[in-house]
């Protein structure tokens, strides 16, 4: 059983220096081999105690065992050409080098099966496993073969959703799609995004989740929001759609950013998980700051169905700066449940 406010992270965590170069996306492993499998599985078990450690009550993987959210799924596809590189836009906002479609894409064995029946066993506690959505998939490739977005993320559709099946049965409580493509590609998503992400998340027994955000604190995302100007109202066009969809949480960005609270009055009725901690950012928020971003959520989203939540993955961030935006995400919360007449203890 959840308390109320559950606290969770929206899914990457910095990783070991001993794994790999901190501060850094797509950095390479240190390790190899049988050594590499080893200290993976090291850093996802420490990541776990990490978050129990900082009063995180929905415990993640933290990403430690991929090398990027969506690649590194991609890596274990059948149809993907990794050496046959092209250079796309990703997000129409910065050139990344990625792999070729050159075939039916298909899925052999289980990519994360493993490593979450292990988070399974690190703790009692629910946990939650993010993959990345089917239309942020295909705006990380270049597609010689379907020669069509739709048809590519309809196909990432139906193996993510396999994936997402032995996922639960391995014991996953919350299934969530990384989509921030929803927040770039407006016509797509209305015409067929969010078809395809329901697809994903057909049938699945599990809650599930949708996390769109205005991406990682990296400087390309950072010079991409200084044009967006003083208020952010992109979610409007997703969340209509979304209100109307089978997807349980919603996840989104708001701690430090100009996304109108308001905006979620949209999507009243599902459960909203908020980011209360900025990601782009080594300031580190109090934990009155963290209550009063959810306070002021308060207005928008019932009590009961309010996740705090960090506004993104912080993997680029120092180790020591994730720890403690964890303990201050946990501490924050706990300042509103006591408001609210409940103690994270009492549930
Ligand atoms: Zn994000």
Redesign the pocket.
Known sequence: MNPLLPTSI?GSLPKPSWLAQPEKLWSPWKLHGQELIEAKKDALGLSAHEQRLSGIDIISDGEQTRQHFVTTFIEHLSGVDFEKRETVRIRDRYDASVPTVVGAVSRERSVFVEDAKFLRQQTAQPIKWALPGPMTMIDTLYDSHYKSREKLAWEFAKILNEEAKELVAAGVDIIQF?E?SFNVFFDEMKDWGVAALERAAEGLSSETAV?I?Y?YGIKANTDWKATLGSEWRQYEESFPLLQKSTIDIVSLECQNSHVPLELVEIIRGKKVMLGAIDVASNEIETPEEVAATLRGALEFVDADKLYPSTN??MAPLPRQVARDKMVALAAGAEILRAELGQSRMAK
């Open positions: 929206v990384d921030p996390h955000c991406g993104c993955g």
